[in-house]
């Protein structure tokens, strides 16, 4: 699979054994494991730095929420994540995540989780999830389970501290302004000249269409938009990532249990709004004490930019209803891209030795992306 767009005898810009193309947290995953595994790597980029995904979103690794295959791909993540932490500095909080429940329905959906994975789920009393939310937390909270593995990093600059070690690394480089073309099979065609390349890492995400339209026919991979904001905190230092009951709808490991079906039907019944916009109602606070608040789903192939304030409007007041506050003052909100696929989680596509395609499709990408990028390149 090529599609080579400048001629054989553009300059060179670069050699290596392995070049991420995108440096995302799915490219630069897969960058730090390549380099691990003995590989000299080099990332192209083509923005002036990371600017996707992978900022916009809550910073959450979800590992408690993930079942089977996901499971295990998160939990060699966090392993990764909290190995980044000591070796670029990467800000990660071992401080887990909070379910917070205001319904029997949603107390059951956990007490199910807790009695399977006793280790990785722990109930707790409303005063005990009040206490989790720095004395927050409206007086319709019954309990909730504190989500023990989870992890939490800041999404505006995880990213790029993990680009700016990985480009100090003896072995690797980044190249940011540069974006990837496509591969003759023996080198990466960029917008700055070749590459030299053993082998080629594609990890574009949702842009997997504008390189090779084929494959994103035939796995699925489509755009999914989703709305957040960022607004000011409610003068509280709430350090897990909290999730509600649509969360519990959203992750496997919560949706799976049988006690979920009562749940989804109550809040198809008497939520419509939620539902409407296919919500996942939670939040996250920065280190500056604001919240990452969000968010909804649309999918299709290409999406409208444009945001909806019925939408933003429908999750800031949900967020007010957990936090016991009437309103919560705006500070930015924009719209997240990520790839998505209804047919399988991730795609791990290779031809050959030269060329690979990773891109998670699932919305889980600061979940997994370390764990994929280590079954990439075992060390």
Known sequence: MSNTLIAPDSPLLDSCDVLIAGSGI????????????GHRVVVVERDSRPVGASIRNFGHVCVTGQAGDLAELAAVSRERWLTMAARADVRVAESGGVAVARGADELAVLEELQDSRPDAVRLLTREQIRALLG??????????????????????????????????????????GTAYLGTDGTHAVTSRGRVRADRVVVCVGHDLDYLYPDLAEANDVRRCAL???????????????????????????????????????????????????????????????????????????????????DTTETIHREICRVLGVDRL???????????????????????????????????????????????????
């Not at 799915?26 to 595994?37: I, K, R, S, Y």
């Not at 969360?247 to 419509?272: E, G, K, M, N, V």
């Not at 996250?284 to 930019?305: A, F």
């Open 227 to 309: 709305q957040m904001a960022l607004v000011e905190g409610p003068g509280a230092t709430i350090a897990p990532a909290v999730l509600t009951a649509t969360s519990l709808l959203r992750y496997d490991a919560f949706a799976q249990t049988s006690a979920a079906a009562a749940l989804r039907a109550r809040i198809t019944a008497a939520s419509p709004d939620l539902v409407g916009i296919d919500a996942n109602v939670m939040f996250t606070q920065r280190p500056d004490g604001r919240l990452l608040i969000g968010d909804s789903h649309h999918t299709e192939r290409t999406v409208d930019p444009f945001l909806e304030e």
């Open 329 to 379: 003052t705006f500070r930015q909100r924009w719209q997240g891209v990520y790839a998505s696929s209804g047919r399988a989680p991730y795609l791990a596509a290779d031809f050959g030795d030269h060329l690979s395609v990773r891109s998670v499709t699932s919305g889980v990408g600061m979940t997994i992306s370390f764990g994929l990028a280590q079954r990439t390149f075992p060390n």
């Open 135 to 176: 004395g927050a937390g409206s007086d319709s909270i019954v309990g909730g389970a504190h989500l023990v593995a989870d992890l939490r990093v800041d999404p505006r600059t995880a990213a790029g501290t993990i680009a700016t070690w990985l480009a100090g690394q003896d072995g690797a480089r980044v190249h940011f």
């Open 26 to 37: 799915v490219g630069l995953a897969h960058a730090v494991a390549a380099l691990d595994a």
